[in-house]
């Protein structure tokens, strides 16, 4: 009974030894296997300043005056953000506008039409000053209908 333990024993030892080992493939030396070149960073709502970033080429402009008319920024509703794993360059784009800016400052210049600071229509103090500026509007109507009545 005991050699048939032993056997089996082995027999299990020598089966576990065989199993292939995990390998996390964000610490493999080389993404160039069964991975993408990039990696998924996440996915992200787009903020109000995604908004306001200015058209980069006459494409962006143009977007617009086709028919049917193609998507903007506003219609973005997602920002997917990756990683190049070769170069190091991070990238956000839009999910319908396609539009995209990149950073990587330790390689090659990057095109001025995605160079970060983004060029903006308006900045974020533009815009909490207008909203500020329609608050104290709308209460100052709301006072002036109170006082009617």
Known sequence: MKILVLIALAA???LAGC???????????????Q??????????TPGRMWRQMAPSSAKDTAAVSVSP????????????VVIDSASGELRQCGNLSGRCISMNPWSRPIAAAL???VPLL???QDLD???A???RAEDAELKSKLKLR
């Open 35 to 44: 991975r993408g070149r990039f990696v998924g960073v996440g996915i992200y």
């Open 12 to 14: 299990a030892m020598a």
């Open 129 to 131: 000053e207008e909203a």
């Open 69 to 80: 008319p193609g998507a903007v920024l506003e219609d973005d509703e997602q920002v997917i």
């Open 115 to 117: 160079l970060v600071p």
């Open 122 to 124: 308006r900045h974020a």
């Open 133 to 135: 500026a329609k608050s």
């Open 19 to 33: 199993q292939k080992p995990v390998q996390n493939p964000l610490t493999r030396p080389s993404f160039s296997g």
